[in-house]
Each structure stands twice: as C-alpha cells, then as structure tokens.
C-alpha cells in the first residue's frame, strides 16, 4: 500500500525480527517499577512452593488460589495475603489467561474475607513525628559538624515538611531495585532568601517520569528548615563538588533506608511511623 502524500519521516535502519523481539523483551520488563517487580516475584515463588509442597497443579484456578489463601493466612496477615493474590495474578497472567477471573471469582473472594474475619489483626498505627521531635533532633546536632548528621537532620526536615516517602530521600537496601533515575541532582537545587526547591525524579506511581518540584518555606509552624539545608549544601558541595546526587553520605554514596532508619531509635525509643 503507497501513502497518499509524501514521507517526512527520516531513514532509519530496519531491524531483524530477533532485534525487534529482544527490544520489546526490554521494554516489557521496564513496564514496572522494579521494586514492585521484586515483590511480587516474591509473591509467585510463596505460591509455586505452595502447590509444590501439596501436589497441586500450578494453573492459579479457583480451588488452587482459595487453597493457597487459606493456607498462608495462617502463617502471614490476610492483608497480605490480598497483596500477594495481586501479584500471583501479575505473574502469571501471561502464562494463564484466566488467572484473574479466577483470583475474583466468589470462592477466593470469600474464602479471603473469611480468614480476615478470623485471622485479621488491627491496624497497629506508628506515632506520627512532631515538630517538638524535630527541635529535638536539631539541637543534639547544633554543635556537630559532621557531614553525616547534617544530612540526615535536613533530610528529617525536608521529608516532614514536604510528605515525602522516605523511599524519594533513599536509595532502597536492595541493590538490585535501586534506581538512578530517581535520584534528585544537586544541579536543580534552588536558594532563596525565604524558600529551598529542587526537582523530585520519577516515583513507580510516576508512569512518565515527569517528576515534581519541590518547594519548601523557610518559615514553617515556627520552624526554619533553611539553616539546616544551607548548612548541609555548604558541606556538601565541599565534600563532592562534582557529585550529581543531592543528597549524599560523607563517604560519597547516596544515603540508604537503613541510613535513616538506623539513627531513628537514637532519639524515638517509640515506634514512629515513616512512609516508605
């Protein structure tokens, strides 16, 4: 078939068939977060171990899935549970169209609800942090210069006042989920007389990596989080001049969730809530 007006489009090279396959392959594993990836991976080998272990077949029907349901919400939360019915189904869709018919059919769905009527345990609810937590924290660190307790006071600061997740200040533990496209550069960093911002990366809810600017006043519930990142920008910019990454460790490594939870006990002997 001819096109009925002339092409604009520019040569391009034409592909094998196994090129073409391999990148789609790629752009099919880039379709989730990665970390969301993990977890449900996690979720498939619970229930492939699951009917290895009681001779059941690996087609996710309605008997198999409620058996599964039944069985792990003895041993784990049925929220979980839930939680894990969505990633077997994400899993195995490819494999077994029906799987997700089967995962909302009446069996499973009721056999799920029954076990949270009597496996379910209440919601245990953190403490939230206050901004007397926050002075707290700010005056154990008032004299100190190292590099690392200022970053993790402005991280403390910036995380409250903006709702970050700790997961947009971290790299995760997990080196095989960490991600550098969502890492805020030091080179959109902003300072004014009254106001700090910079540019927050893609987040796995961020399908286009569009990002979000971040915008932080000085004046805040009578708190000034100013000093404490001008402070901290001070040092690092001395530390790694030439380093891309925002925020960053004394040793030159973005910081970790353990990095931040670890020092939380220090002052919060409580169990305080931080989202992840």
């Known amino acids: 078939m001819m096109a009925t007006c ?8 034409v592909w094998s068939c196994e090129r073409l ?17 993990c977890s449900y991976g996690l979720a498939l080998n619970s229930y492939l171990t699951f009917v290895k272990a009681h001779d059941l077949p690996v087609d996710p029907n309605e008997d198999t899935l409620s058996f599964f349901t039944v069985y792990m919400s003895h041993h784990i939360n ?5 939680t894990y019915l969505s990633g077997i189904v994400q899993q195995l869709k490819p494999y077994f169209p029906n799987v997700r ?40 660190y008032s004299k100190s210069s190292e590099h690392d307790d200022l970053l993790f006071v402005v991280m403390l600061y910036t995380g409250f006042f903006c709702l970050m997740r700790l997961g947009e200040l971290t790299f995760p533990d997990d080196k095989s989920i960490q991600n550098w496209k969502k890492i ?13 911002k910079f540019h927050l990366l893609g987040h796995k809810a ?31 910019d001395r530390l790694h001049p030439v380093a891309s990454p925002l925020w960053i460790t004394n040793s030159g490594h973005v910081p970790t969730w353990s990095f931040f939870i670890t020092r939380l006990p220090l002052f919060f002997p409580r169990r305080l809530g931080v989202s992840l």
């Open 6 to 13: 002339p092409s604009r489009q520019p040569v391009r090279d």
């Open 21 to 37: 396959i391999h990148e789609r392959g790629i752009a099919l594993g880039n379709a989730m977060d990665q970390s969301t990836l």
């Open 78 to 82: 049925p929220r979980s549970v839930n």
């Open 101 to 140: 018919d089967a995962r909302n059919s009446s069996l499973v769905k009721h056999t799920l609800c029954g076990c949270m009527q009597m496996k379910g345990k209440a919601v245990v609810r953190k403490h939230a942090l206050s901004t007397k937590d926050l002075n707290m924290v700010a005056d154990c």
């Open 184 to 196: 805020t550069r030091r080179s959109s960093v902003s300072v004014k007389i009254d106001t700090y």
């Open 206 to 236: 961020d399908r286009f990596f569009e990002g979000n600017q971040i915008i932080i006043r000085g004046d805040q519930f009578r708190l000034c989080p100013l000093p404490h990142f001008a402070c901290y920008l001070s040092s690092r």
